[in-house]
């Protein structure tokens, strides 16, 4: 078993690769290592003065702390400013630019110069002593006169009683202010009215320009109307005719030509549609009339043999003859 | 010859904040070459070794003031290196844009080119065959043919189990030596 203390004993398995020199087969430049000691003990060094210095360096107190929020805003202002539309100027801002400021130059000159031209009136310093004294006068005047002031008797007994009434006025109007209302549709409406009041203004004022009357005439106007329609034309009277239906003799005639024809069609009908006559009007009862009366017994005597049979030989056979014969005839005399 | 300096001493000297330039020049000192050969049979290319060794000694002087003797220095430090060297790897293969075959062929034909290096043919053609390795299998392979490191070690290294570090290194084996067979 191989232990890490052989470990070299590995190779034995691997001739291809014990072949191989075990020796180093990289190189370095002469003096390499000495050079590399210095390299790295001066970067150490420069890492080190780095290290100092990174630690002399302080931020304000909580810099940290606003970091994020600072670096939030300023990301969310570039964005804006990205996202912003360009700057632009008023049309011929740079046109004009020239003009306004040659006359704010003009301006600015003018006043300068004008600093030392500033005037008072003509007296002025004459009657400023004056004017000042009475200005004095009435300020000592007043200030004397502040102990002697007097208000209304009782002004003072109802001054809570009228500031009490002064803000519940006030308080009633703010409340107040917001409950006005207007029907629905007033601003529209109102638009449109103006509007039609405009058009109505306008056609008047065109009608009044376009179209003449003749001189006088709505002076004239109201008697010509007044005298075609205040003189009323006498009433005509007409006698009413009153036509009395019920008592012409057309009209009983009539009527009983109505009973008449109205019995006879109900006789008429009850005759057409009793039993007999639909009897009579039946394709039997027709056939039947067809055929000679002695077939017809002949018939019923074939039949009523075949349909009796049974019973009549039950029954007492001497009789049956005589019965059957009587009942042939009645049915022939049908 | 110098005198090796126990890796105890040096800690306890880089502890002391004066001493600590000292400690990390003896620790360079000791430990440069074993780190530069660990990192170059990696990268192959002897200038990205160079900047990659820096570049491990740099993070081991940040570092080692919180080390704790959890693990031998040496095992902590090839930990740091072999992690610098994958670090780069994949950064290359990220820069170029590349899959992984066409990096091995790259660091092999950086092989052939390189003037700094002296290997016979059968020592080419074992670097070739390395070089179509999976990174870990040639660590190990690397730290066993080479650094006769113990599985143990290797596994404080790598952070892998000694079963699979041993099953990785047997592949690794059978591969580079079907691959030499087949070059032969």
Known sequence: MKSDMDNRLWLNDYLSIQQVKTDNPFTVPDGYFDALHQSILSRAVIDGVNAENNTGLTVPDGYFDDLAATLQSRIAVEAAMENAPAMSVPEGYFEQMQADLHSRVTIEEAMQNSEGDLTVPQGYFEEMQVNLQSRISIEEALQNSEGDLTVPQGYFEEMQANLQSRINIEEALQHTTGDFTIPADYFEDQYQQISSSIMVEELLNRESEGFAVPANYFDQLQSNIISKTAQPKPAVKRNAVIRKLFATSTYKYATAACFLVAIGATLIISKFESPEAVHERSYIHKALAAVPDADLAKYLEISADVDAMPNATQAAGSKTDAADAEALKKVLDL | ?184
Request: hydrophobic content about 40%; proline content about 1%; overall charge negative.
């Open chain 2, 1 to 184: 010859m110098a005198q090796v300096v126990e890796d105890e001493e040096i800690l306890s000297k880089f502890r002391e904040e004066k001493t600590r330039t000292e400690a990390f020049n003896l620790l360079v000192k000791k430990y440069q070459q074993k780190i530069y050969w660990h990192v170059r049979r990696m990268v192959i290319n002897h200038d990205d070794a160079d900047d990659v060794t820096q570049d491990v000694f740099v993070k081991i002087w940040k570092s080692l003031i919180n080390f704790r003797n959890d693990a031998q220095l040496y095992t902590w430090m090839y930990r740091i290196a072999t992690n610098e060297c994958i670090t780069f790897l994949n950064k290359k293969k990220a820069k170029n844009n590349i899959p992984l075959d066409d990096v091995s062929y790259e660091l092999a034909e950086s092989l052939a080119d390189s003037t700094y290096f002296n290997g016979d043919r059968a020592q080419q053609k074992l670097q070739e065959a390395l070089l179509t390795l999976p990174d870990k299998q040639r660590l190990v392979f690397n730290m066993k043919y080479y650094d006769d490191m113990k599985y143990e070690e290797i596994s404080d290294v790598l952070g892998t189990s000694v079963g699979a570090l041993k099953a990785s290194f047997h592949l690794a084996v059978k591969k580079i030596e079907a691959h030499l067979l087949g070059h032969d």
